[in-house]
């Protein structure tokens, strides 16, 4: 079934610890994002990525890297862990970026101690 | 700064009900505006607004866009247990890089 992949489906983590975040899509989007949600604020974009090769910044970029190597994958790490990236984790994609509806992962949870 | 508000923030309704969500946006140069239903885990993809006055429709939903008042509602008629879910409201202007997301309407919609 096309569409994207998440993972892990939920980690926890200690402080200071680097970790990446996983996301791979099928459908062969040229954009795609980043997202945190949190309670109360909705979703916040971190990083999005036009085509492959590209990468730009979102609202919430900032202990947050990532790259965007081929179509399919867009890695999301967190260098240094801490406690306040605590979050729900969405990656998603589009065809074009831009005016087009997105299509979403189902999440990785992250907690980080 | 760009800025999403929806209301209200939660409601509680009984099947059968018919329910209007909010949305309203504050944008430097507004282009669109999108709803979704994000039920246990990822959200997925309702209606996307760009004309004023323009009603768009899938079954029991159906939502509208205001330009004049900055805001769009989403309705929901006779309302199901499966449509216990947050609703997303986002916009997109031509300049930023953001799709700018508000904190979502929680609906319960009890048996």
């Known amino acids: 079934i096309a569409g994207i992949t998440q993972a892990p489906t939920s980690q926890i983590l200690a402080a200071g610890r680097r970790m990446t975040l996983r996301c791979t899509q099928d459908?062969?989007?040229?954009?795609m994002y980043w997202y945190r949600q949190d309670l109360g604020l909705g979703l916040r974009l971190i990083h999005y990525s036009n085509t492959a090769g590209t990468t730009g910044k979102g609202e919430v970029p900032d202990g947050y890297s990532v790259s965007r190597a081929n179509t399919d994958d867009f890695p999301l790490t967190l260098a240094s862990a801490v406690p306040s990236q605590t979050s729900v984790y969405f990656c998603a994609s589009s065809v074009q970026y831009g005016n087009q509806p997105q299509h979403f992962g189902d999440g990785t949870r992250l907690s980080i101690l | 700064e760009d800025k999403v508000v929806q209301s209200p923030l939660s409601l509680v309704v009984h099947e059968g009900d018919t329910v209007t969500l909010n949305c309203s946006y504050e944008?430097?140069?507004?282009?669109?505006l999108l709803w979704y239903k994000q039920e246990k885990k990822a959200p997925t993809f309702l209606f996307m607004l760009t004309s004023s006055g323009i009603e768009k429709k899938s079954g029991r939903l159906s939502s509208i866009l205001d330009k004049k008042e900055l805001s769009s509602i989403l309705n929901i008629t006779a309302t199901q247990t499966g449509d216990s879910a947050i609703y997303l409201c986002?916009?997109?202007?031509?300049?930023?890089?953001?799709?700018?997301f508000g904190p979502g309407t929680r609906l319960s919609v009890l048996p």
């Open positions: 459908m062969r989007h040229n954009a």
């Open positions: 944008v430097t140069n507004f282009r669109s």
């Open positions: 986002a916009v997109r202007d031509n300049y930023g890089q953001n799709f700018v």
